[in-house]
């Protein structure tokens, strides 16, 4: 079955960017699926970030729009963020993981924390 | 975009009780409604999709219920597994999907 792994710096300085993939076993990452990116942190919650489609076709959550870009790599069955100007609120745990068709999300990778500090 | 609201946000609860959690959307979601259970340290695991049917693998003591606005989580006895955080997600008016707050049960 189609399984997620995460990785990625663990620390990003303020004002710095965050770069983080997912490489996708189990499954063709071009196999018409979506592919997303979420966050987890004791303040906010579980907050989805964005998805992209194996044709990068993107959608991002409004408010962090600006400051996000997801790309495809179909070569090597990944997916990346990219999240720009990083303020110590950026500090979550990042989860990658799959929206089927309707948009619930199965399955999830393990997650990584990424902490922005100086 | 919807705003998903858990209720209570803890729950003291014995083994083989029977519980239910709430989720409350801040406007119609359909049955376009999931339910998660998150334990300490692991990633979200999908138990409940389109507000009724559980995920592959899931026992049958969960049951989703709802639509609209309001939906329900029921575990018909709880075992010492199932003590952990539960989460709603709507996927009916995105981007961007949205989560509650979350649920946490706890062992009385």
């Known amino acids: 079955q189609v399984q997620l792994q995460e990785s990625g710096p663990g620390l990003v300085k303020p004002s710095g960017t965050l770069s983080l993939t997912c490489t996708v076993s189990g499954g063709a990452i071009g196999s018409r699926n979506w592919w997303s990116w979420l966050r987890q942190t004791p303040e906010k919650g579980l907050e989805w970030i964005g998805e992209i489609y194996q044709t990068g076709s993107t959608n991002y959550n409004p408010s962090l729009k600006s400051r996000v870009t997801i790309v495809i790599d179909k070569s090597k069955n990944q997916f990346s963020l990219r999240l720009t100007s990083v303020t110590a609120a950026d500090t979550a745990l990042y989860y990658c993981?799959?929206?089927?068709?309707?948009?619930?999300?199965?399955?999830w990778g393990q997650g990584i924390l990424v902490t922005v500090s100086s | 975009e919807p705003v998903m609201t858990q209720s209570p946000a803890t729950l003291s609860v014995s083994p083989g009780e029977r519980v239910t959690l709430s989720c409350r959307a801040s406007?119609?979601?359909?049955?376009?409604l999931a339910w998660y259970q998150q334990k300490r340290g692991q990633a979200p695991r999908l138990l409940i999709y389109?507000?009724?049917t559980r995920a592959t693998g899931i026992p049958a003591r969960f049951s989703g219920s709802g639509s609209g606005t309001e939906f329900s989580l029921t575990i018909s006895s709880l075992q010492s597994e199932d003590f952990a955080v539960y989460y709603c997600q709507q996927y009916n008016n995105w981007p961007p999907y949205t989560f509650g707050q979350g649920t946490k049960l706890e062992i009385k």
């Open positions: 389109d507000a009724t």
């Open positions: 993981a799959r929206p089927l068709p309707s948009g619930y999300f199965d399955p």
């Open positions: 406007q119609s979601v359909n049955s376009n």
